[in-house]
């Protein structure tokens, strides 16, 4: 769990809905995750008539009405068993075409997609108290909804960076590209001490990125 990667800062985000389980997740909440398949997206896909006599050139368009990211990849099939895929060096925006190329071939249909899932990550959090803090679980993919996972509060000392208090959500879903404000209750702490928030801290949602679940504040020890 500790493996991925962090990402510091502290704002605090108001209007949280409350959710204090102090020490551990009931056992319920696991019962609750379920594993993440991905999610396949259609695109349209066409043959441009033109000569292809050298290369086949299908013309991929985004038919989602939502940008679709740098660094996706897109596969695309034709009718007589080619096949390719275009990795995007840009967004993509709705309605806008990319083209493949495989090999030669005039009379083919063709279609596209591209696979995906959710990307759990903590877009903010802040200590409220000296025993509550709050923070936003966001799913970044904007195709792909996450099922439910459960998130981790830990105060952290800033002496050693032992676990002195910590509270875990029940399963929590989150939308396509959405975000869902929480607020954890924990055993209040004594001394100087950071924040560290955990993004389906169970790893039980199979996600586009694994590296950006973790928030520390631990270069802003506030108390």
Known sequence: MFGRSMKSGLTVFAGAAAIA????AAPEASAQITATRPTL???????????Q???????LKNTTGTAIPKGYTIGWSASDGDSGFVKLDA????????RGMGKAGNAYTCGSSFATRPDLVIKSASFQSAS???F????????????????RVEVVSCNNNQVLSYAETWGVEVAKGQ??????SFAPTSGKRYLRVIADAKANVSERLESNNIWST????LY
């Not at 967004?91 to 990319?98: F, G, K, Q, V």
């Open 218 to 221: 631990q270069n802003s020890c």
């Open 91 to 98: 967004d993509l925006a709705p309605n806008a075409e990319i």
């Open 41 to 51: 997206v259609l695109l349209a896909c066409k043959n441009p008539g033109s000569q």
């Open 136 to 151: 936003e679980l966001a799913n970044l993919d904007p195709f792909a909804s996450a099922p439910k996972s459960i998130a």
């Open 53 to 59: 006599d050298v290369a086949k050139t299908p013309v």
């Open 21 to 24: 389980l102090i020490g551990s």
């Open 132 to 134: 509550s803090a709050s």
């Open 179 to 184: 975000s869902v404000p929480l607020t954890l």
